[in-house]
């Protein structure tokens, strides 16, 4: 037996897929915790289709969490470190607006995943080609994530220093220096997160994945337990913006594929049951 | 633009960008294309494919007009060519092209003050304010590029103390600036709250 799950604004679906056929519930969301709404719809679906939960073995799910988490802005507090001289990369950007001739167009730039008394220079630089010019300074970094943690009440940290994808030892040895200082702040490298070339984009990508971390990592956390009081033993799978899945702990090593997750399982579900004439409203 | 000893010739077209303008209820968005309208050349680009090293590329504070509306910050980006014995070979280098806004600052509307002009130096000496740059350096000397921060919207003095407020914290404007042109009443009960950023 397979159950899928898939968290939405107003209801939570439950499938579950077996030998004898598919069988599907609806239950309402909940909207001050997903989890509780997934409870609901195990407890719902065991009854409707007869199924013994503990014999699930394999378990599917979509959630719009680090989706939600962007679009009602109540991600983590993030701090960020760049390379000293490059801060700003997060707000200034490419400097191109979508909208040409809107004259009261807001920044496009998503300055709020790091406003810029969060973001903080570190003395360290990596050429092109890979190599060190200039050394990390780490007692800077030190000073940096104590202040970021003490005075500004960060909850997660994003570090996107220059040619990091090249050579990321730099950030590798930033996030030693976190876990000594803070031990509990979760720490996203773009070196980890997103190692391509082009710092705005990287540093983006790097931010966003800061700002769902703690928000996807307790979501996780509860829904395993949830799993395990109704006796799932099946490892969680999760969608992801690409349309595949990934288990938890893959997803937690980078939150930031979760963004798309509900509505990149709902493109895909419509193709399965519709084949290529489907139109799809979520 | 330069050569390299192996005669190779390089060119980086580089974009800078100044503020815009305060808007009507809104600031002027900080270093951005207007009123045209292209993407800039990263960083990682022109390091990996021409011998520029940046050495900065951030806003500059206190360069937006004081404003209702404040205009937007200008950039400052300060680039250098390796000193390697091929650049040096192969040298001069030059910068040139075209710039705006360096000998008249861009102006405030409504009562609004104007931004602070561009400029640009080598190794900390100004050149002559020109529409048409074009600069002779060497490798290792250190070339900069500020651009003008936008035009201030309405009277400073109309601005909401809370705005002034987040600016300090972010260090959009500075103390020093806050008083001057907005007064001092801005600064209020908080003009020692650590701005962080420089810590």
Known sequence: ?282 | MGCAAAGEPWALHQHAFGGMGGRPGADGLPAVSFPYNVRNVSVEWAETETPVLFLRRELIADSGGPGESRGGLGEELALTVERTADQLAASPLTLSGSAGRMLYPAEGVAGGRPGRPGSIDVNDKSIAPTSAPDVKFRPGDVVRLRTPGGGGHGPPGARRVAAVQADLHDGYVTSAAVGEQYGASMLKGDASAPTARRD
């Open chain 1, 1 to 282: 037996m397979q159950i899928a799950i898939d968290i939405g604004g107003t209801f939570t679906d439950v499938v579950a897929a077996g030998p004898t056929g598919m069988r599907a519930v609806k239950v309402p969301s909940s909207k001050t915790d997903p989890v509780a709404a997934i409870e609901a719809g195990l407890a719902a679906i065991a009854q409707a289709a007869d199924i013994d939960l503990t014999t699930v073995t394999r378990f599917v799910h979509g959630t719009t969490v680090a989706t939600n988490a962007v679009l009602t802005r109540r991600g983590a507090r993030v701090g960020l470190l760049a390379t000293a001289g490059f801060e700003d990369t997060l707000e200034i950007g490419r400097q191109k607006r979508s909208r040409m001739y809107d004259l009261l167009q807001p920044p496009e730039t998503p300055v709020f995943l790091a406003p810029r008394r969060q973001r903080i220079g570190i003395v360290e630089r990596v050429g092109a080609d890979g190599h060190v010019i200039e050394p990390l300074d780490q007692e800077g970094v030190r000073k940096a994530i104590r202040l970021l943690v003490e005075h500004h009440r960060i909850e997660a940290l994003a570090v996107c220093y220059l040619f990091s994808f090249r050579n990321p030892s730099h950030e590798q040895c930033t996030r030693e220096i976190a876990a000594a200082v803070a031990p509990q702040l979760p720490v996203s490298l773009s070196c980890e997160i997103d190692p391509q070339f082009r710092e705005y984009e990287r540093t983006c990508v790097t931010a966003f994945d800061a700002y769902v971390r703690p928000v996807m990592s307790g979501y996780l956390k509860r829904l395993g337990a949830v799993l395990a009081r109704v006796g799932i033993k099946a490892p969680v799978e999760m969608m992801q913006s690409r349309g595949a899945v990934a288990s938890a702990a893959r997803i937690l090593e980078r939150p930031v594929v979760s963004l798309l997750s509900g509505p990149a399982g709902g493109a895909l579900g419509g193709a399965v049951v519709g084949y290529a004439r489907v139109i799809l409203i979520a």
